[in-house]
């Protein structure tokens, strides 16, 4: 069945480091892709999204290329912020289906 | 501009009592879906209902816990004799009527079973 398998956390990196969170999907068909932010006691806020192939989604100085060839959606930022501490969620959805399926998240802590 | 609104945002039962979950989607959304977050991990499917209909039940344990989604009101998840393992998460989300829009989530009920 379609799968989502993201980088282990906990990463912990300096302010104004580059960030790159490693996620890759297994799944028929061409899904659509997802990264969600969890902050702390929150629910789940959509940050990006990219529905085919070679669409780069973007949000808040994220970035994350939809590629099917190595069946990857890498989650980059250029410069981190204390304020992206949170725990992010690689996600798809089948193309045939609604439901969607998440990763067991990556939680990210930024230091001054 | 009220996104998903779930309450309670925190339920505490003790063993063998019922929890009731509620979700009122986006206004206008008539798909909502519900998810579990068990402790450090991610979010698993559980049911996806339109108005009065369930359309997939394929994460849902088979015994003890129901969905509905009526005409009028919020969705309902229960979850009948609890155990502490179905201490968790709840995180309802609900979508535009294609069922195929973004899913916008809600701020999740955390049960907790004594």
């Known amino acids: 069945g379609d799968s989502v398998t993201q980088m282990e956390g906990p990463v912990t990196l300096s302010e104004e480091a580059f960030l790159t969170i490693n996620c890759t999907y297994t799944?028929?068909?061409?899904?659509?892709l997802f990264w969600y932010v969890q902050y702390p006691g929150e629910g789940l806020q959509l940050l990006l999204k990219a529905t085919k192939a070679d669409d780069k989604g973007s949000n808040k100085g994220f970035e994350a290329t939809y590629r099917k060839e190595t069946t990857s959606f890498h989650l980059e930022k250029g410069s981190v912020q204390v304020s992206d501490s949170a725990v992010y969620f690689c996600a798809l959805r089948g193309s045939s289906a609604s439901k969607i399926i998440f990763g067991s998240g990556t939680r990210l802590s930024i230091r001054p | 501009n009220a996104g998903v609104m779930q309450n309670p945002r925190h339920l505490v039962r003790r063993r063998g009592q019922e929890a009731r979950l509620r979700c009122s989607p986006v206004k206008g959304h008539s798909h909502v879906y519900w998810y579990r977050q068990l402790p450090e991990e991610g979010l698993k499917f559980m049911v996806y209902l339109q108005k009065e209909n369930i359309i997939d039940e394929s994460g849902m344990p088979k015994e003890r816990f129901s969905a509905e989604f009526p005409k009028e009101g919020p969705s309902i998840l229960r979850i009948q004799q609890v155990v502490r393992g179905d201490s968790a998460a709840y995180f309802c989300a609900s979508s535009n009527w294609t069922g195929q829009e973004t899913q916008y989530f809600g701020p999740g009920t955390r049960l907790l079973v004594l």
């Open positions: 799944a028929t068909g061409y899904p659509s």
